[in-house]
């Protein structure tokens, strides 16, 4: 396929308005699927169990089978619609969603169309430069997800040029909210970027219910962006795109971007916009299209009707509201405030998911400007390495114990990198790893006076030069010695010594 023509994104911002609007969903944790017992996958990689061994007659609608809802994701539902400022309906109901892919079992996907359980609703996000965006939400719904389909035979591990494909029906039934916002105007030039904030608030309040993990990469959390474009001066809204299943922040904005450039292009050299649904390509930073978009009409939705309608008593809505945790953009603001970071220092606990595990670490004893140091520094660097999540890698608790290390004595900043690989790598806690290893510093007199003479014998000229006032002639045998400790020598302390030792009298 031949790559698009891009505009210049200022140029494209120039003669064209960018209009948004996402679709997210968001898989919840419960142990069950939204309207069967089967165990729900969502708590674990999905490649964890064997294809088509979580499923249950329901899910598959086979005949004679129905549904049960599941009180739990109801529960949740509420909570995240509270939470996004929604008001809650005193009745809501189940619809049928019909149409044909090979991962819906059934033919149809039980999902809300007209009744909502949440609606009217709006959540603050907050951009890199502190600018508070208000993005308005249209509705909250629930529904069921579908399978899975794996591609085979192709180059890429997507349907074009796959020779077959296999079904994995484990995920179908699992518990979704889809958030749909409303259209979303006056983002210009900061469209990427409202987008990418907008995904991160999103995630940011779905953990922080603990109703889901909320992981892109492993898509429990999925975002559908639409964009379209309209001439400057022109009312009437463009044709819209919809980029599926975006798996990053760092793809959701850059997907934004290549799609103002793209249709900014076509419109500029006379085309139009099929509306219609693209997929996101990382490896080229492209999209390719994927089917024409319907319509709800063309879904043929009507009630389900082997569930009733959802009414939730106005004393459990109170209940979970009274539940709900701090904001995320009210929260950030105060822990920036009380760890006395600068804008800078706190951009980089935001920006990398690391605000719950930097203020875990704080709370087991650790300073701010040390928690942030091993996060945003050597965790961060191993997990990049490693192509993880840096909280995965080593737990709050342990980075606290690790820094108690550094800060009485026992390790230096050095050491204490070997000790946390050791850590990570499953040899114990921070002390055991040190034990284990023999890392601990060297701060014995006897020992470091033995390395020190060592040192003074291969460089006579040291010493006369540190007598004759040139102290940083001193280096060198600091230097010698902590190599031949193989730097656990306590560095401060050798220089005591080699100073103390060039103040004795002569011999």
């Known amino acids: 396929m031949a790559a698009a023509k891009l505009m210049d994104f200022d140029k494209a911002l120039e003669l064209f308005e960018p209009v948004l609007g996402f679709e997210v969903h968001v898989e919840l944790n419960t142990n069950t699927k939204m309207f069967s017992d089967a165990p729900n996958p969502a708590n674990e990689l999905y490649h964890a169990a064997e294809p088509n061994t979580l499923i249950a007659p329901v899910d598959l609608g086979l005949p004679g089978s129905l549904p049960v809802v599941n009180e739990t994701a109801i ?29 819906l079992g ?19 996000v907050e951009l890199e430069d502190g600018t508070i965006v208000q993005i308005p939400i249209e509705r909250a719904h629930m529904e069921e997800d579908a399978g899975k389909l794996t591609h085979m035979g192709g180059a890429t591990g997507r349907i074009q040029g796959a020779e077959y494909s296999l079904v994995d029906y484990n995920r179908a039934g699992v518990p979704l909210v889809e958030i749909v916002t409303k259209t979303i105007f006056g983002t210009e030039h900061r469209a990427p970027e409202v987008a990418k904030a907008y995904v991160a608030t999103i995630r940011d309040i779905v953990r922080s219910l603990g109703i889901s993990e909320a992981r892109l990469e492993r898509g429990n959390l999925r975002c559908d962006a639409n964009v379209s474009l309209r001439p400057r001066g022109v009312e009437k809204l463009g044709t819209r795109t919809e980029t599926k299943n975006v798996n990053s922040m760092r793809s959701v904005e850059r997907a934004v971007r290549y799609e103002i450039q793209r249709q900014a292009q076509i419109l500029a050299d006379g085309g139009t916009i099929t509306q219609e649904t693209r997929h996101w390509h990382e490896d080229t930073g492209a999209t390719s299209p994927g089917r024409p978009k319907s ?55 935001r920006n990398g ?44 608790a342990d980075v606290a114990a690790l820094q108690k290390l550094v800060e009485a004595g026992t ?80 560095a401060a302390r050798v220089r005591e010594l080699v100073l103390a030792r060039a103040s004795e009298p002569e011999a």
């Open 106 to 124: 059934k033919n149809y996907q039980i999902s809300q169309y007209d009744e909502p359980i949440a609606f009217e609703g709006s959540v603050e």
């Open 295 to 349: 319509d709800a009409d063309d879904y043929r939705y009507f009630p389900e009707p082997d569930l009733l309608p959802v009414q939730p008593a106005a004393e459990l809505i109170e209940e979970l509201r009274a539940q709900l945790p701090e904001q995320p953009v009210a929260r950030r603001r105060r822990l920036m405030t009380e760890w006395g970071f600068t804008d800078l220092e706190f951009q980089d606990v």
């Open 411 to 490: 390790l230096t900043d050095k050491l204490a990198r070997q000790v946390l690989e050791g850590v990570i790598a499953g040899e114990g806690t921070p002390q055991q790893v040190v034990d284990a290893r023999g890392l601990a510093v060297v701060s014995d007199d006897g020992a470091l006076i033995a390395a020190i003479d060592e040192a003074l014998a291969s460089q006579p000229d040291v010493m006369a030069k540190i007598r004759d006032g040139k102290v940083q002639a001193a280096g060198a045998v600091i230097g010698a010695v902590m190599k031949a400790m193989k730097g656990q020598a306590d």
């Open 75 to 103: 529960r949740s539902s509420i909570s995240l619609g509270l939470a996004l400022g929604c008001s809650i309906a005193e009745s809501s109901r189940f619809a049928r969603k019909n149409y044909f892919y090979p991962d």
């Open 353 to 396: 998911g690391l605000l719950d595990v930097v203020e875990a670490t704080i709370a087991s004893g650790a300073t701010p400007a040390a928690a942030r140091k091993w996060w945003t520094g050597e965790i961060s660097r191993l997990a990049n390495a490693q192509e993880r999540d840096a909280a995965e890698l080593v737990g709050p």
